[in-house]
């Protein structure tokens, strides 16, 4: 989706396609960030289970949707890229979400042996 985003009708080669690659980037890694951050503020907030994971859901992908929406590309892209974009933010919000569960637990316990071992997942 991003790449719809970025993509420019008039190319002139290597230099149009290097910015397009920087401005690419740069969405994404401030995409990322604003994507904890969104997250941190709902967790903060008390958002918890499955109303958190719809909540980052809808924080993280809504302004992507919007873009896409204003940038008049709209269009060009078919429902099973959208579908698919869309699953990609889903995996997105479930594995960040587990993740950061995962390092807010703190190290496991340890065992009545001794062992520091848990399982996880």
């Not at 002139?12 to 401030?30: C, F, I, P, Y």
């Amino acid at each position: 989706m991003a790449a719809t985003l970025t993509r420019r009708e008039d190319g002139d080669g290597g230099a149009r396609a290097a910015s397009s690659r920087l401005v690419n980037a740069t969405l994404h890694w401030g995409y990322g960030a604003l994507g904890g951050v969104s997250r941190a503020v709902l967790v903060r907030r008390g958002a918890a289970g499955w109303r958190l994971e719809v909540a980052h859901l809808a924080a993280v992908w809504g302004p992507w949707l919007a873009l896409l929406a204003l940038s008049g590309r709209a269009g060009r892209l078919g429902g099973r890229a959208l579908l698919v974009d869309g699953g990609k933010h889903v995996v997105y919000v479930l594995v960040t979400g587990r993740a950061l569960d995962l390092l807010s637990a703190g190290p496991p316990a340890a065992g009545a042996d001794g062992s520091r071992g848990r399982d996880v997942l």
